[in-house]
């Protein structure tokens, strides 16, 4: 079975970082490309950061989160990571891990169950 199993939620004031991370199980890493998206009370989940080519080298981000989170992955692309830093309290939210077999992400194959990230 495919698992996505993320971990490193927690609470925080604005200002400060956590790194969230997130490993795949069950599936070919070479074929999926892996991502985070979160979603905010009362809002439609969005897209934060995700990989975007098959090298795993290059990331996509959301405007609201450039400059503040960095996503990264392993050698073997199992584990993906989102480092998170000057944390705004509009960055709180539940935050998933997701694996898409398009680079271009136009269907998300697979998700997680989510890890809540709580900025104060």
């Known amino acids: 079975d495919v698992q996505l199993v993320e971990s490193g939620g927690g609470s925080v004031q604005a200002g400060g970082s956590l790194r969230l991370s997130c490993v795949g199980s069950g599936y070919t890493y070479n074929r999926y490309c892996m991502g985070w998206f979160r979603q905010p009370p009362g809002k439609e989940r969005e897209e934060v950061a995700v990989?975007?080519?098959?090298?795993?080298?290059?990331?996509r981000y959301a405007d609201a989160v450039k400059g503040r989170f960095t996503a990264s992955q392993d050698n073997a692309r199992t584990t993906l990571y989102l480092q998170m830093n000057s944390l705004k309290p509009e960055d709180t939210g539940m935050y998933y891990c997701a694996a898409s077999s398009y680079s271009d992400w136009r269907t998300t194959d697979y998700w997680g169950q989510g890890t809540q990230v709580t900025v104060s």
């Open positions: 990989v975007v080519t098959w090298n795993g080298l290059s990331i």
